[in-house]
């Protein structure tokens, strides 16, 4: 097959085989809003034999309103990585640039479409260089916060990116923006090479309804509107448009959860601290933490094996790491109590 040399993305591990307590794929431990549970009732169910709107005129007005833009700068599609994986599609043709450590998934989107990648190293410290996102012509793809390290590009080094050359598309990735990084939305007015992607999956407590959001100079939507309708328009089902526009109208709701979280990370990140291991000032639902008293794989495993998933990436410069979800606090309890007593 054409595909055969390409090598797929790997999703964190949902195991079935005990309950878990998971904290490896950045999920939230709580909830979607009684608003979006209840969005998804028996009248909605009959509806689905109809096709659902490839327009998404409801959610898209909403999400517009709330971001302060245009219809026409916000594009709909079945989670975000579907809105990344348009994205090489479309701006890809020069090249694209981003990190050596970063989203596994914006290599596996480049080698998919024969896009020719440079991957350009993070400082030792794991900060983004600036100074290496200025020139090239390429399609350029930050996440901020990036995975997994969780560290944020302040917005001014951002627009430095995205001011630097007007003619390549620049992504920001912005899964994990609502943790309390600074989002790009107020350089939209000005650049209509920058694209920012979104999704529900994390702080919005929905990874499971699949769906993500762009927002863009109506150009920039427009080619990726060519691509949903080259593909499949109806992509975001009806019961995810109902659930993402109810959540959309509980925002305090999510606002609350993320503040919480926000504050189980501080906490988490002290003790981790305390027990003498090296946590990166984390901006997202996660950590990204290392020991010297015990190897990244090993800490891992011994968790597995008292029923705690994190996620472990074996690849150079971050295998001594481990990716923690923030959970519930008690969750996070039970996470500390197993690594000491591992530790110990
Ligand atoms: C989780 C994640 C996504 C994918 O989100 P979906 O909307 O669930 O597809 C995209 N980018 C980054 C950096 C992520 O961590």
Redesign the pocket.
């Given at each position: 097959m054409r595909y055969a040399a390409l090598e797929a993305y790997v999703p964190g591990e949902q195991p079935r085989d005990k309950a878990y307590i998971k904290l490896n794929?950045?999920e939230s431990p709580y909830p979607p809003s009684p608003e979006v549970i209840a969005s998804v009732n028996a009248a909605a169910m009959e509806e689905l034999r109809l096709y659902s709107d490839p327009t998404c005129r409801l959610l898209r007005r909403k999400i517009a309103d709330r971001c302060g833009v245009s219809e026409e700068n916000v594009f709909l599609s079945?989670?975000?990585?579907?809105?990344?994986n348009f994205a090489f599609m479309a701006f890809g043709e020069k090249g694209a640039v981003f990190p050596d450590i970063?989203?596994g998934?914006y290599s596996v989107f480049a080698a998919l479409h024969g896009v020719p990648t440079r991957v350009m190293p993070l400082r030792e410290d794991f900060t983004v260089d600036p100074a290496d996102y200025l020139t090239g012509g390429r399609l350029t793809v930050l996440?901020n916060p990036?995975?997994p390290t969780g560290l944020a590009l302040p917005l001014p080094e951002i627009e430095r990116i995205v001011a630097a050359d007007p003619d390549r598309v620049v992504v920001i990735?912005e899964?994990?923006v609502d943790f309390g990084a600074e989002s790009a939305l107020s350089l939209l007015p000005r650049y209509d090479n920058l694209l920012i992607?979104r999704?529900?999956?994390?702080s919005r407590s929905m990874?499971g309804a699949?769906?993500?959001f762009a927002l863009a100079d109506k150009a920039l939507i427009d080619d990726l509107e060519k691509i949903k309708y080259s593909t499949n328009p109806y992509n975001i089902n009806r019961l995810t448009q109902l659930a993402g526009a109810a959540a959309i109208d509980s925002d305090e709701y999510f606002a609350g959860n993320c503040r919480r979280i926000c504050r189980t990370r501080e906490r988490t990140t002290a003790s981790l601290k305390e027990l003498g291991f090296t946590v990166l000032p984390s901006m997202a639902n996660f950590v990204f933490a290392s020991s010297d008293q015990i190897g990244g794989e090993e800490l891992y495993r011994r968790l597995k094996e008292r029923g705690i998933l994190v996620r472990h990436f074996d690849k150079d410069r971050i295998r001594e790491y481990n990716r923690i979800t923030i959970g519930s606090e008690d969750e996070m309890d039970r996470l500390i109590a197993a690594v000491k007593s591992i530790l110990s």
């Open positions: 794929t950045n079945n989670g975000s990585d579907d809105i990344l970063t989203y998934f996440a990036n995975a990735d899964a994990y992607v999704t529900f999956s994390k990874a699949r769906l993500g």
